[in-house]
T-cell receptor, first 113, second 110 residues
Framework: GENVEQHPSTLSVQEGDSAVIKCTYSDSASNYFPWYKQELGKRPQLIIDIRSNVGEKKDQRIAVTLNKTAKHFSLHITETQPEDSAVYFCAASPHQGAQKLVFGQGTRLTINP | DVKVTQSSRYLVKRTGEKVFLECVQDMDHENMFWYRQDPGLGLRLIYFSYDVKMKEKGDIPEGYSVSREKKERFSLILESASTNQTSMYLC?????????FGQGTRLTVV
């Protein structure tokens, strides 16, 4: 089945700098790649997603890139702010019919003021 | 806004008890999921359902079962709770692959 690896497990950056989180997946049939943000004590929330027919997608300070050949995708956060501190999860959907998501292990991002 | 509601935020149960975790969604989504969240392991899929009375095993189904009698409700059942089932349990519903999560149930088995 699908396997998603996420790196790094923890990331600390200075406020205003950029942060990059990377994920690799194993199933070439996966076609949907969302990113979730989970603040302390709260539920995971979808922040951005990309489908396999697109190479890059941006939404204000966040962007996701996808390299289908290499089977990896990345989350980029620019001009980081304290409220970006959270755990971020990547995921891949291996089968369009079942629509189940396989998640990475998570990255704890800390923004230092 | 999509609303996914789990019946309990915190639960403490004894080893061997039968435990029911309930989840309700209000957006008429076909797909519903139960995940388990443990530090360093991410979210692992226990079971999912793509229609009423339909269910499929996820990656870690052992020790769990599920029930979906109505479209809006998906229940996770721990047949005989064990201490290694102490965890955060997250329910989700989805439409066109976009998943929406409940607030989570932190279960402690003593």
């Amino acid at each position: 089945g699908e396997n998603v690896e996420q790196h790094p497990s923890t990331l600390s950056v200075q406020e205003g700098d950029s942060a990059v989180i990377k994920c690799t997946y194993s199933d070439s049939a996966s076609n949907y790649f969302p990113w979730y943000k989970q603040e302390l004590g709260k539920r995971p929330q979808l922040i951005i997603d990309i489908r396999s027919n697109v190479g890059e997608k941006k939404d204000q300070r966040i962007a996701v890139t996808l390299n289908k050949t290499a089977k990896h995708f990345s989350l980029h956060i620019t001009e980081t702010q304290p409220e970006d501190s959270a755990v971020y999860f990547c995921a891949a959907s291996p089968h369009q019919g079942a629509q189940k998501l396989v998640f990475g292990q998570g990255t704890r991002l800390t923004i230092n003021p | 806004d999509v609303k996914v509601t789990q019946s309990s935020r915190y639960l403490v149960k004894r080893t061997g008890e039968k435990v029911f975790l309930e989840c309700v969604q209000d957006m008429d989504h076909e797909n519903m999921f139960w995940y388990r969240q443990d530090p360093g392991l991410g979210l692992r899929l226990i079971y999912f359902s793509y229609d009423v009375k339909m269910k499929e095993k996820g990656d870690i189904p052992e020790g769990y079962s599920v029930s979906r009698e109505k479209k809006e409700r998906f229940s996770l059942i721990l047949e005989s709770a064990s201490t290694n089932q102490t965890s955060m349990y997250l329910c989700a519903s989805s439409h066109e692959s976009k998943a929406f999560f409940g607030q989570g149930t932190r279960l402690t088995v003593v």
